[in-house]
């Protein structure tokens, strides 16, 4: 597995799904809250090899090439006219709906108390659709909802490598949620909500399409994540980028003022010639992997989330308290924690961990990273995607793993390491 570029919510990433992607490198961000791992199969023996979760519902991809859901969804989102609760993955889209191109990527946000918005990236690079389309989240122009998936308004030939969402807050009016999309030639595209001015497009108007945001110098972008009120980029060149909302040291520029535009973070603690290789965010709180293997956050550290061992908020790169000897390869964020894997496929958690989300015993927080145990023989990435109370991690095998609360707030949570046939089985 390659480095993750980003999270979430859930966060963080850049994943390559085997021979099964084809000439696509894909990634996706998500972000929102909680975990605890659990096997995740779409429907009888079908695998979920990319998955996503934001309050109230998850989604995933089946290795069978369909798109799959399960949680808490409402009227006109998804499920159609009557909410709907149920713990096992059910077929996302209509009857009779096919894809044009398979399906490689997804990502969800639930702004709004019942409802979501996916989006789902294809094999050729295109973008499509569905669910909530309030705030513009669906990308065409309008706010109507859609239960059939439809394709997003990008420019005409664009390609598709990564998608990122969040929900800045989930309430019964106004989520706050937004979309960022990093394409082939290295530019980046945003729509939706912006009071924040989290789009990084100078303004703080809702886009209800995709914009085309401007980097400092023209600098090209290689990866990309989407924070509650912030965004994040790094460059092909391994420069860090941000906008948005600046309090708390959210922009890692060794202030808190905010940005409508993306500005060149500091280096903080990152040492001479190390250069950022994936980025995450959390809702009030951002993480960088660096080639020197470790991991550097800045924003909100309450409850551990930066992993630096301190309860202080930095604005600057601050370097996590990495065990000895110990390098990350791939990195994923939710909103209050994190995880960093090794290469041997070692996972290490760290942030809030009050509902054992961390696959860890239930602790208010874990301040510095932590091995969690896993079953002899299965080794994890970290890529996948953190989203509500729940997460998805992903085996090196390409299966996925939920862990956490879901539905929320009624469903079980699960606080060690379980392999099971569906989830809550």
């Known amino acids: 597995m390659r480095p993750l570029r980003g999270l979430g919510v859930l966060t963080a990433s ?139 308004k990008l420019p005409a030939g664009t390609v598709v490598r990564e998608i990122a969402m969040n929900s800045g807050s989930h309430s019964a009016t106004d989520g706050d949620a937004s979309a960022m999309v990093l394409t082939s030639t290295g530019d980046v595209y945003a729509w939706g909500a912006n009071r924040y001015g989290q789009l990084g497009i100078g303004t703080k108007t809702t886009a209800l399409t995709p914009v085309r945001m401007s980097f400092p110098g023209g600098a090209k972008i290689a990866g990309i994540a989407r924070g509650g009120t912030t965004g994040y980029a790094f460059s092909d060149a391994g420069t860090l980028y941000a906008w948005g909302l600046g309090v708390e040291g959210r922009l890692a520029t060794g202030n808190t003022a905010d940005s409508t535009t993306p500005v060149q973070a500091q280096r903080g603690q990152m040492p001479a010639g190390a250069r950022v290789v994936a980025v995450a965010a959390g809702t009030n709180s951002g993480y960088l992997l660096a080639s020197d293997g470790a991991v550097y956050g800045w924003g909100r550290a309450a409850h551990g989330r930066l992993g630096t061992g301190s309860l202080t908020d930095p604005s600057v790169p601050t370097r996590a308290a990495m065990p000895a ?101």
């Open 14 to 152: 850049t994943l390559l799904v085997g021979g099964a992607v084809g000439p696509v490198t894909t990634g996706a961000t998500f972000t929102d809250e909680v975990v605890a791992r659990v096997s995740v199969k779409a429907g009888p023996g079908v695998p979920m090899v990319r998955a996503a979760t934001s309050l109230p519902v998850a989604v995933g991809i089946g290795r069978d090439g369909q798109v799959y859901q399960w949680g808490t969804v409402g009227p006109g989102s998804l499920w159609g006219a009557a909410t709907q609760v149920t713990t096992t993955p059910q077929l996302a889209t209509p009857a009779g709906f096919v894809w044009p191109s398979r399906p490689v990527e997804i990502a969800v946000a639930g702004p709004i108390a019942t409802q979501a918005t996916v989006l789902v990236l294809l094999e050729d690079g295109s973008l499509y659709a569905f669910g909530y389309g309030g705030q513009g989240l669906l990308g065409q122009g309008t706010t109507e909802n859609s239960a059939t998936p439809i394709k997003v």
């Open 325 to 425: 000897g110990v390098t990350f390869t791939s990195l994923v964020a939710g909103p209050t924690f994190a995880f960093g894997a090794t290469a041997s496929g070692q996972v290490y958690a760290w942030g809030w961990n009050t509902a054992g989300n961390l696959c860890l015993p239930p602790a208010d927080s874990v301040l510095v990273p932590t091995p969690i145990p896993q079953p002899a023989g299965v080794t994890y990435a970290a890529a996948g995607a953190t989203g509500g109370y729940s997460s998805v991690l992903l085996s090196t095998d390409e299966d996925a793993y939920f862990c956490g609360q879901l539905p929320y707030p009624t469903g079980p949570s699960v606080s060690v390491l379980t392999q099971v046939v569906r989830p809550w089985a």
